[in-house]
């Protein structure tokens, strides 16, 4: 594998992955590259957006491996910055670019919390769909290229165990009010923005309805008694977390 980095990022995010799965390593992509690798829509030009950053994310064993195949292939180490937060997050720096590469370890915690570290033995290059879905839902401030990446998940998954997975999905919410309450406010932007920004009358419809069958099922699925208690105190807590920086 040529140690060049690649000035082009989706040809750079094809270049890494190729990489990973050359040494037989799990980690996976996440972020707008990862939804531009499993959608082609993310293609078409009324949903094309600009990226600024590879970001993945490993299991704990893997970080260091993965760390040598970074380097190896081009990457600086942020040494002070690893050493104060490498338990759970990491930079690399491509520095003719001046990109980053962001690595998260385990879990993905942003708006929200989810842990994917049990999820990381699906097949593929990214994260699964469902979990892609959900990293972009829990934004609290949700951005333009958010809900561009959300649009284009929307039109090329369908419903099932490998595309978008509605009882994986509602499991999760099912027991955190906060989260639910970030991914329902979400899904009401998601359904104005898509219906505005989609020309074609069939793929819009297609859009509405998968996100209105998505919203229905969270909000008939049976709740836990965690849920019903947060669910008392409603929006006078604070129910999200504000992170440094999101993963766009």
């Not at 490998?162 to 906060?178: A, M």
Request: a negative charge; charged letters at 30%.
């Amino acid at each position: 594998m040529p140690n060049q980095i690649l000035p082009d990022l989706t040809e750079e995010a094809t270049r890494v992955c190729a990489a990973i799965q050359d040494s037989k390593l799990g980690v996976k992509l996440l972020g707008g590259l990862a939804v531009w690798l499993q959608s082609p829509s993310a293609q078409l030009p009324i949903l094309r957006r600009d990226y600024s950053d590879l970001d993945f994310i490993a299991v704990k064993k893997e970080v260091a491996p993965f760390s040598k195949l970074l380097t190896n292939i081009g990457y600086i180490e942020d040494k002070r910055f690893n050493a104060i937060h490498g338990a759970t997050r990491l930079i690399f720096i491509d520095e003719e670019n001046d990109r980053p590469v962001d690595l998260l370890v385990d879990n993905f915690k942003m708006c929200h919390e989810i842990d994917l570290k049990n999820r990381l033995n699906i097949e593929g290059l990214t994260i699964s769909i469902s979990d892609l879905f959900l990293t972009k839902l829990q934004v609290v401030k949700i951005t333009k290229k958010d809900l561009l990446d959300l649009t284009s998940l929307i039109i090329d998954h369908e419903f099932s165990n490998t595309g978008v997975d509605l009882t994986y999905i509602t499991k999760i919410l099912s027991g955190d009010w906060g989260f639910e309450r970030t991914v329902l406010l979400n899904l009401d932007r998601l359904l104005t923005f898509s219906s505005e920004i989609l020309d074609n009358p069939k793929t819009k419809k297609i859009s509405e309805d998968k996100i209105n069958m998505i919203i229905k099922n969270i909000r008939d699925s049976k709740k836990t008694i965690s849920y019903k208690l947060r669910a008392k105190i409603g929006e006078r807590v604070i129910w999200y977390e504000e992170p440094d920086e999101l993963i766009h």
